[in-house]
């Protein structure tokens, strides 16, 4: 498989924090020399990364179709070399059905973890699809989530955005298997973040979470194999246990679909 330095130019969206910060910095040191474009809402943070020598863009993922196809264009104009996209940006909220839904945030949730992740994907495709006739690989790379494969009933929301965005991607690595674009996941367990500072649970976190250098660390490597499931800890505890299998069976009902 080929790994993430055949890449020349990488763009990670939520990069203004936690995991996906740390992955842009890291990538953009790797020998191979990328040019990582840094995506994120806030100018400060963009400003900061810019410093260390990344591109950046302001990129607002919760938004409309049409919005998300214009920034799609403005970076595909700017950067035509584009060939990985890491989607990582996402947001995660308590609810209780039990209480009054606050449904805006319910909906807004939903868009920036899976609406407006495939929908992104939808418009890069055809780029990458271009690259790969002209025997060039891309790399197409979801960041999901453990809780994508067992829920957490208190973030009801979240995990079906991410369960969602898992199964979209095994879809999509499926179909585009017989192209050279490479389509990855990343499914990281509790990890050191700014993730659950929304809901103020941070500090409880702290025991629990996995320390964000190890896991850039774990997660570099995947990116660098070409890992077509790049996990660890607690979520490849689920992964393996309850998904792995799954694998065959989706593969059958593929080959079954082809004979209609
Ligand atoms: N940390 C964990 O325990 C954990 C576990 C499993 C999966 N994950 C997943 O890993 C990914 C990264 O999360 P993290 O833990 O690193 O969280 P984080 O520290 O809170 O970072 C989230 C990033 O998403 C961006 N973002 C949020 N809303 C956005 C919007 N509307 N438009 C564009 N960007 C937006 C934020 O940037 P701006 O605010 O500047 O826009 C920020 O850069 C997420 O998809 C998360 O679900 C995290």
Redesign the pocket.
Do not use: C, M
């Given at each position: 498989m080929p790994g993430i330095e055949e890449s020349k130019c990488i763009l990670v969206?939520?990069?203004?924090?936690?995991?996906?910060?740390a992955l842009a910095l890291s990538l953009a040191k790797l020998p191979s020399n990328p040019q990582v474009i840094a995506?994120?809402?806030?100018q400060d943070?963009l400003e900061e990364l810019k410093r260390a020598g990344l591109e950046i863009i302001q990129?607002?993922?919760?938004t409309d179709a049409s919005s998300l196809k214009s920034s799609v264009d403005l970076i595909l104009e700017k950067y035509p070399n584009l060939d990985a996209v890491i989607l990582?940006?996402?947001?995660?909220y308590e609810f209780d059905f039990k209480k009054e839904i606050n449904i805006a945030k319910l909906q807004s949730e939903l868009n920036?973890?899976y609406t407006?992740v495939v929908t992104t994907i939808a418009y890069l495709t055809p780029h990458f699809l271009k690259l790969s006739a002209a025997s060039q690989p891309s790399f197409i790379i979801p960041?999901?989530?453990?809780?994508g494969i067992v829920p957490a009933v208190w973030v009801p929301g979240?995990s079906a955005s991410?369960a969602a965005l898992h199964s979209y991607t095994t879809s999509l690595r499926l179909q585009l298997n017989d192209t050279n674009i490479h389509v990855l996941e990343?499914?990281?367990?509790?990890?050191?973040?700014?993730?659950?500072?929304a809901e103020g649970t941070t500090e409880k976190l702290t025991n629990l979470?996995m320390p964000l250098d190890k896991y850039t660390e774990v997660t570099m490597q995947g990116l660098r194999n070409g890992d077509t499931i790049i996990s660890t800890g607690g979520?490849l505890v689920w992964y393996d246990k309850y998904d792995k299998d799954k694998e065959g069976v989706i593969a059958q009902l593929q080959a079954a679909r082809e004979k209609w």
């Open positions: 969206t939520g990069a203004t924090a936690g995991i996906g910060r995506a994120g809402r806030r943070r990129f607002d993922l919760d990582n940006a996402g947001v995660q920036i973890n407006s960041v999901t989530a453990g809780l979240y991410k990343i499914i990281p367990p509790l990890v050191e973040s700014e993730l659950h500072d979470w979520s």
